[in-house]
């Protein structure tokens, strides 16, 4: 029997999860391995916090961890970018295949890693990264790789996603149903890394770089948060047949060209993403030959990451018992990047505006004259002469939606832009 010897980096929510799942579910990944695993070390920051775990077990020293000879395999489940990157390169340069769940690792410095890992017959595995318990990378890496996928939109933020459908269900406003997310536990006390969108671009940017072959320059990435959403904008979207969703979206524009953009989308009702509430994940992907496809399940949490490591852990452990040569697969750097301006699509928008005759001509007049025609309208007469109006138009292109808003908000009888979003049909 071979034992399979693991240093963990990181005992919080997904650490913990991973080692309870090795102990709870040992026969398993014994009959599909042939391996027993056995935790060496782990690794922490904080040596005085009680754990679940012998104190024998625990040091604050990472790198003897990741130089330790007897250890096979390095999880690195601390988060962050540092000193997660340089951990993994040591473990790396020391013949260690790694499993990590850290997607701004990937994300920023996965090219460099996987193509180490590759080029010295080791395992460089991320599954966690994305999606958590959701299956999406190794499926895009090995059963779908036969495909030219076209697009992939996910909503890949637990948090984000829990609090709009609070909005949009119960009303609330985005300050009322953040706190009550930070109740709960799902947002944390900083809820940046989430709600302004940085979480779902480091996803999607996964996502991007392994479906077409290489890692996107995050700074190249179009990222909005869901601040700007109100509850107004739900109460319109669903008037108009719509959801407003967190979308990490990422699609070919032109050869050896993709777009990557993360911002509130309105996705039609009937679309299977509308359908997912909660602190629940999906990943919806159309692929040339696959057609359209559709993963959902729970993106974060102890047990469902907690899987997905696991899961890597049991790929390595078959190349180990089989003495197999690693099964990284790498992509390359400097994926070309297109521009918002250029994105075609329709879009939302909502004025504030004088409730008086002529009004709703002067605003069609300055959208046509940009070439943006109007598909559907809805108006409310508020207090002090001024009313609401919310358009969605037809497809146009970002640049000339985008100077069409700005002529409009200057005409004399509108008084504000109150907010505008894509739409994705
Ligand atoms: P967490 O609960 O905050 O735990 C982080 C662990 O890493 C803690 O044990 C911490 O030590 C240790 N750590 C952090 N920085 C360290 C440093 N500089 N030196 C030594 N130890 C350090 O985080 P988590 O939620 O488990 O997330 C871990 C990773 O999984 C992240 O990359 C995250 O993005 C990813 N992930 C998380 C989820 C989820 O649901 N939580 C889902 C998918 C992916 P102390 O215990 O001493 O503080
Ligand atoms: N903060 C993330 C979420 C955790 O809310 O989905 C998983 O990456």
């Given amino acids: 029997m071979r034992v399979i010897r693991i240093g963990i980096l990181g005992f919080g929510t997904v650490g913990e999860g991973t080692y309870r799942m090795l102990v709870d579910n040992a026969d398993e990944v014994f009959a599909k391995t042939a391996a027993r695993f056995e935790v060496k070390r782990v690794g922490v920051r904080d040596l005085t916090k009680p754990r679940s775990i012998s104190q024998d077990l625990i040091t604050d020293d990472l790198k003897s961890i990741v130089t330790d000879p007897e250890i096979d395999v390095v ?40 193509n180490f890992a590759k ?144 911002h509130p989308t309105l996705v039609p009702l009937e679309h299977q993403i509308a359908r997912v509430s909660g602190v629940y994940n999906a990943l919806w992907l159309h692929g040339d030959f696959v057609g359209d496809l559709m993963f959902s399940g729970r993106g974060a949490g102890a047990d469902p990451t907690a899987s997905a490591v696991v899961g890597d852990l049991i790929d390595v452990a078959r190349n180990v018992v089989a003495g197999g040569n690693g099964s990284a697969i790498p992509y390359g750097e400097g994926m070309q990047v297109a521009k918002m301006g250029d994105l075609e ?38 207090t002090g002469g001024l009313g609401e109006i919310a358009f969605m138009t037809h497809v146009c292109r970002e640049s000339d939606f985008g100077t069409a808003i700005q002529e409009v908000a200057r005409l004399g009888s509108v008084s504000k832009l109150e907010g505008w979003f894509r739409v994705e049909e």
């Fill in 75 to 114: 999880l690195e489940l601390m988060g962050g970018e540092e000193p997660a990157n340089k951990m993994v390169q040591l473990a790396l340069e020391n013949g260690k295949h790694v499993v990590t769940a850290n997607k701004e690792l990937i994300a920023k410095h996965g090219s460099r890693l996987i």
């Fill in 119 to 262: 080029d010295s017959g080791l395992d460089l595995h991320f599954e966690a990264a994305v999606g958590g318990g959701i299956p999406v990378v190794q499926p895009l890496k090995h059963q779908l790789a036969g495909n030219d996928v076209i697009k992939i939109m996910g909503i890949l933020n637990g948090t984000t996603n829990y609090i709009l459908t609070q909005m949009e269900e119960q009303g609330a406003d985005f300050a009322d149903a953040l706190a009550e997310a930070q109740v709960k536990g799902y947002a944390e006390a900083d809820p940046t890394a989430d709600v302004d969108g940085f979480d779902t671009m480091y996803k999607i940017s996964i996502l991007a770089a392994i479906s077409f072959g290489k890692q996107i320059p995050l700074e190249k990435v179009h990222r909005e948060g869901i601040r700007s959403v109100s509850a107004a904008d739900m109460h319109y979207a669903k008037h108009f047949g719509y959801k407003i969703k967190l979308l990490g979206i990422c699609e070919e524009t032109g050869e050896g060209e993709v777009l990557v953009r993360v």
């Fill in 345 to 382: 699509t329709r879009y939302y928008v909502r004025f504030e505006v004088a409730d008086r005759p002529g009004t709703l001509g002067e605003i069609a007049t300055a959208f046509s004259r940009r070439q943006v025609g109007l598909a559907q309208m809805e108006m409310i007469t508020k």
